[in-house]
């Protein structure tokens, strides 16, 4: 019985070639950020609180986790002294969650760590490339999986 056959080049997959670059990014990335100590989404995390002091919803959002997650996240980067959650005055029930100095300094290395990561994955890109390679990006669909993998 002949081998059944295949459609194309695994390349012409683009969800599976998305996930196979996404993997060996991720390991460079991990391996950039083990000189700050901190995982991709403590480091995310921080990244986002850099902005200014945020709201744990909306801080949830930002970064397209599920609330119980972000509180894992938040009692890490709480525990190291990196960031801090205290009651918002005009709404009890909300927590502002904001960065601290010792989360600033870890943001500073962070950024180096990933710029010298990013310099060598994207050496190839253009400016141009890598502002479409963003808006390309930004319209992947992952909410929807995100949600199909949290009711499981």
Same mark, same amino acid.
């Given at each position: ?13 683009? $969800?599976?070639? =998305? *996930?196979? +670059? ?5 390991? %460079?990335? @991990?391996?950039?950020?083990?000189? !700050? ?41 709480? $525990?190291?002294? =990196? *960031?801090? +959650? ?5 709404? %009890?029930? @909300?927590?502002?969650?904001?960065? !601290? ?52």
């Amino acid at each position: 019985m002949p081998a059944a056959q295949v459609n194309g080049a695994p390349t012409d997959r683009l $969800g599976f070639l =998305l *996930a196979w +670059r996404g993997e060996a990014t991720s390991a %460079r990335i @991990r391996g950039a950020l083990a000189v !700050t100590g901190l995982h991709p989404r403590q480091a995310m995390t921080l990244l986002h609180l850099g902005t200014g002091p945020v709201s744990q919803r909306e801080l949830a959002d930002m970064l397209e986790v599920d609330p119980s997650q972000l509180v894992a996240i938040l009692n890490e980067l709480e $525990g190291e002294g =990196l *960031a801090e +959650r205290r009651r918002d005055p005009a709404d %009890r029930r @909300r927590h502002i969650v904001e960065i !601290t100095e010792a989360g600033t300094a870890a943001v500073r290395k962070v950024d180096s760590a990933l710029n010298d990561a990013e310099r060598e994955l994207f050496a190839a890109f253009s400016e141009r490339d890598l502002a479409s390679l963003r808006t390309m990006l930004d319209r992947v669909d992952v909410a929807s999986v995100q949600h199909e993998c949290a009711e499981d």
